[in-house]
């Protein structure tokens, strides 16, 4: 026992120097955060001598943080919404409908996965500009739908699979369509699952950049919350005190949101593995 009591306490040491480590980044740019530049150049691992709280609120005025948040906020919702309602209904339609097409179907609507972003952007930048998507918040939004729905799709296939096919059948039978039968019987035990995508995708898209660079980067209206940290770096000088500053702002909202909605990270991940 007393073995065991010490190899745990040796493992609980390692874990936190571990979680110490990855954590570390995150404290210094907290730290600089609240110094002015010239401690940022000469000070950088040290602690503020004197706090330098006027960086936040320069960058707040600076970026139009009000404005930026609402973007964001914007883009995220629909672009989450989007995601859960189309995947989580075709993969539905997918994983019941067994003909020599569907499997087929399955397959091309997963196989954007693997494939790398920066070999479709410019096509997808000229299909934008040809759909009127580009410079536009919502545009933006929708097109999160196609990226973010190949990875649900194929979470939530696997999951649909396991449940029994006599509960969305006695529901037909009782007269429901088999879009009411999935809305009501189906999706309800999806909640797990669900949850889990919209963490994933809500910390993927508020944090994004390369596709907000493409796409909404000609507009300060429209621009989000990560294009504005980047507008601090210039040719020949950079802020670093607002930028540092800038970027706690932005990515702030999302750690608060990952920190307070984990346990459903980690609750739709072991749902996925025992039942499949």
């Known amino acids: 026992m007393r073995r065991r009591s010490a190899g745990l306490v040796l493992l609980e040491v390692l874990l936190v120097l571990f979680a110490l480590v990855f954590l ?11 110094k002015p530049f010239s401690e940022i150049m000469t000070r950088l691992f040290s602690l503020p001598r004197k706090l330098a709280l ?5 960058a707040w005025t600076v970026i139009n943080y009000p404005r930026l948040f609402l973007n964001n906020l914007v883009i995220t919702v629909v672009g989450v919404a ?5 995947s989580a209904f ?12 569907s499997w087929t179907i399955f397959i091309l609507c997963i196989t954007p996965m693997i494939i790398p972003f920066q070999t479709t952007m410019i096509t997808l930048l000229k299909l934008a500009k ?18 973010g729905a190949p990875f649900a799709i194929f979470i939530y296939h696997g999951f649909i699979k396991t449940i029994p096919r006599e509960l969305d059948e006695s529901a037909i039978v009782d007269g429901a369509t088999p ?21 994933l995708d809500i910390m993927w898209i508020w944090n994004d950049f390369l596709l907000p660079l493409i796409m909404v980067n000609g507009s300060k209206s429209t621009r989000t919350l990560s294009l504005a940290v980047y507008s601090f770096f210039g040719q020949y000088n950079t802020n670093w005190q607002f930028a540092i500053a800038a970027l706690v702002l932005a990515v702030f909202p ?19 593995a025992v039942k499949g």
């Open 24 to 34: 570390y980044p995150i404290i210094l740019i907290c730290i600089n955060s609240l």
């Open 54 to 58: 006027e960086n936040y609120s320069t």
């Open 82 to 86: 989007g995601i859960i309602a189309v």
């Open 90 to 101: 075709a993969a539905y339609k997918l994983s019941r409908t067994k003909t020599k097409y």
């Open 130 to 147: 040809m759909m009127s998507l580009s410079d536009s918040v919502l545009g933006l939004a929708v097109q999160y739908w196609g990226f």
């Open 179 to 199: 879009f009411v039968a999935f809305l009501r019987i189906i999706f309800p035990l999806l909640k797990s699952v669900t949850s889990t995508i919209i963490v």
């Open 254 to 272: 999302s750690i608060l949101y990952f920190l307070l909605m984990q346990k459903y990270i980690v609750k739709g991940v072991t749902a996925g």
